[in-house]
Nanobody, 127 residues
Framework: EVQLVESGGGSVQAGGSLRLSCTAS????????MGWYRQAPGKQCERVSM???????TYRDSVKGRFILSLDKAENTVYLQLNNLKPEDTDVYYC?????????????????????WGKGTQVTVSS
């Protein structure tokens, strides 16, 4: 079954770190466009970071210098390292993939152009 499963969320204090994992089944993250998004209740889903296949990751301005997207081909997993966390980073974080490599990140918001979505992992940052 083609799917993405996120893990690694949790509760930390401001300034702390977490590493989110997104493991793919029945397709390769190395030959897919991959993205991380986040959403809080009542807020719009927004893109945090993405990497088109074979290209360097990009980040939204508010997380540049703090978050790092990386890919482990052997584990077929995409990671999002969250450093120097702030209370405003509190959200459910979702992993997304486009196995057709259609460059689906044309805007900053969640889109069905990403054809596979995980169920999300909660990140809570306290001040």
């Amino acid at each position: 079954e083609v799917q993405l499963v996120e893990s690694g969320g949790g509760s930390v204090q401001a300034g702390g770190s977490l590493r989110l994992s997104c493991t793919a089944s029945d397709f390769s993250v190395a030959t897919s466009d991959m993205g991380w998004y986040r959403q809080a209740p009542g807020k719009q889903c927004e893109r945090v970071s993405m990497a088109y296949s074979g290209e360097s990751p990009t980040y939204r301005d508010s997380v540049k210098g703090r978050f790092i997207l990386s890919l482990d081909k052997a584990e077929n997993t995409v990671y999002l390292q969250l450093n120097n966390l702030k209370p405003e980073d509190t959200d459910v974080y979702y992993c997304a993939a486009d196995i057709n490599m259609g460059r689906p990140g044309s805007n900053n918001f969640c889109s069905t152009a990403w054809n596979i979505w995980g169920k999300g992992t909660q990140v809570t940052v306290s001040s």
